[in-house]
């Protein structure tokens, strides 16, 4: 007999998948462009800075992709833990922490992104 | 303590049930603890964008090397096995095509292979002589 499940459990799980869904496509042009189409010398300040600076798009495109790998990456820890069935204080404390890992990893996300953004440094 | 034993249910479901499905759920958690892993030391390097660029140069430097370019391949294995598996897992669900979900493992399987063969193409050069020579 399938138990019922709450609300936010339902949400989460439905998030996981559409985040899930918008990273594939992220990390499809990710890897493609920095990693695979790279093809000349090291990658240093003035070359990130040089892709990135100059397009609307790509600041959109990155400013999105951090909190949404952030999401699925703690929602997907959290999904495996609450497959053991943690004990109720557990489950407070790590939720907790994991939103403070959350906040504090897209605080430092965005705030290298702007950095990198930067113009005329 | 629910945790207790973790290892060892672990094992007890993986043997109960030993068919492609088991195997890409744990393919599955272990890609995904590896890929928490890398964000955050992917984090840690980009990071240093945030006290200037000399600093982001210097780190930088560090891990652009053949040792990491190799390390890369592993990387990329751990993202794509992850992506296509999720979207075996999505279209399964949303369409109703659970049934066929062996179908699409190997499918799966066919397009990591291909994406690997090309991912090992692309990194062979970084690995042997130091990192991007010009094509």
Redesign the interface.
């Given at each position: 007999m399938a138990e019922r499940v709450s609300n936010q459990s339902l949400l989460t799980w439905f998030l996981q998948?559409f985040s899930?869904?918008f990273?594939?496509f992220f990390?499809?042009t990710h890897?493609d462009v920095h990693?695979?189409l790279?093809?000349?010398?090291?990658?240093?300040?003035?070359v990130?800075?040089q892709r990135l600076g100059g397009s609307f798009w790509w600041k959109l495109y990155y400013l999105l992709f951090v909190p949404f790998?952030?999401f699925h990456?703690?929602n997907?820890?959290w999904a495996?833990l609450a497959d053991?069935?943690?004990?109720g204080g557990f489950t407070v404390t790590t939720k907790i922490v994991f939103w403070v890992i959350g906040i504090l990893?897209i605080f430092?996300?965005a705030?290298?992104l702007i950095?990198?953004f930067a113009v005329g440094? | 303590?629910?945790?207790k034993g973790?290892l060892k249910?672990a094992y007890i479901d993986t043997n109960l049930n030993k068919n492609v499905g088991t195997f890409a759920y744990l393919f599955h958690?272990i890609t995904?603890?590896g890929?928490?892993v890398y964000?955050?030391m992917h984090?840690y390097v980009?990071?240093s964008?945030?006290s200037g660029?000399q600093d982001?140069?210097k780190r930088?430097?560090l891990v652009?090397n053949p040792f990491f370019a190799f390390l890369?391949i592993l990387l990329?294995a751990g993202?794509f096995f992850h992506?296509l598996n999720?979207?075996r897992i999505?279209i399964c669900?949303f369409f109703g095509w659970s049934r066929a979900h062996k179908v699409f493992f190997w499918i799966e399987l066919v397009l990591f292979v291909a994406i690997m063969i090309i991912?090992v193409i692309?990194q062979l050069p970084k690995m042997q002589s130091g990192?991007?020579p010009?094509?």
């Amino acid at each position: 007999m399938a138990e019922r499940v709450s609300n936010q459990s339902l949400l989460t799980w439905f998030l996981q998948r559409f985040s899930g869904l918008f990273l594939a496509f992220f990390l499809f042009t990710h890897i493609d462009v920095h990693h695979f189409l790279h093809r000349e010398g090291l990658i240093d300040f003035a070359v990130v800075n040089q892709r990135l600076g100059g397009s609307f798009w790509w600041k959109l495109y990155y400013l999105l992709f951090v909190p949404f790998c952030v999401f699925h990456a703690l929602n997907g820890i959290w999904a495996i833990l609450a497959d053991y069935r943690p004990s109720g204080g557990f489950t407070v404390t790590t939720k907790i922490v994991f939103w403070v890992i959350g906040i504090l990893l897209i605080f430092i996300g965005a705030m290298t992104l702007i950095n990198l953004f930067a113009v005329g440094v | 303590m629910a945790f207790k034993g973790f290892l060892k249910n672990a094992y007890i479901d993986t043997n109960l049930n030993k068919n492609v499905g088991t195997f890409a759920y744990l393919f599955h958690r272990i890609t995904g603890i590896g890929l928490v892993v890398y964000l955050i030391m992917h984090t840690y390097v980009l990071s240093s964008a945030i006290s200037g660029h000399q600093d982001f140069n210097k780190r930088m430097g560090l891990v652009q090397n053949p040792f990491f370019a190799f390390l890369e391949i592993l990387l990329v294995a751990g993202v794509f096995f992850h992506m296509l598996n999720g979207l075996r897992i999505s279209i399964c669900d949303f369409f109703g095509w659970s049934r066929a979900h062996k179908v699409f493992f190997w499918i799966e399987l066919v397009l990591f292979v291909a994406i690997m063969i090309i991912t090992v193409i692309l990194q062979l050069p970084k690995m042997q002589s130091g990192y991007y020579p010009s094509i």
